[in-house]
């Protein structure tokens, strides 16, 4: 599966963006999808998840209540919404996406997921 993240931007710290990842190539609903963030000089972290059918979600424990991550089955699309932004969520944002059956562990690693976006770059200024 190919993956296009986008919606990424210079926003204020309060401030809302949504971003998007346009998935192609496969079946899309053959897949669980992440997003991921990764800060210059650290590693890439978990951000939200979601499984095939939009009716399990995982979370971060520092976006919870702040992030909501959602798709669209018919569009392909995976979005990640993100409210009341602060600085420390400036990052590269990428989706990912794996093959989860909604069985066993869930994929919430970077290293659980196989296909990867190019990265979004959000920058949240105080």
């Known amino acids: 599966v190919q993956l296009q993240a986008s919606g990424g931007g210079l926003v204020q710290a309060g401030g809302s963006l949504r971003l998007s990842c346009l998935a192609s190539?496969?079946?899309?609903?053959?897949?669980?999808m992440g997003w991921f963030r990764q800060a210059p000089g650290k590693e890439r972290e978990f951000v939200a998840m979601?499984?095939?059918?939009?009716?399990?979600?995982y979370y971060a424990d520092s976006v919870k209540g702040r992030f909501t991550i959602s798709r669209d089955n018919v569009r392909n699309t995976v979005y990640l919404q993100m409210i009341s932004l602060k600085p420390e969520d400036t990052a590269v944002y990428y989706c990912?996406?794996?093959?989860?059956?909604?069985?066993?562990?869930?994929?919430?690693?970077?290293?659980?997921?196989?296909?990867w976006g190019q990265g979004t770059q959000v920058t949240v200024s105080s």
């Open positions: 190539g496969r079946t899309f609903t053959s897949y669980a």
């Open positions: 990912a996406a794996e093959v989860w059956g909604d069985y066993g562990r869930p994929p919430l690693s970077p290293a659980d997921f196989g296909s």
């Open positions: 979601i499984n095939w059918s939009g009716g399990r979600t």
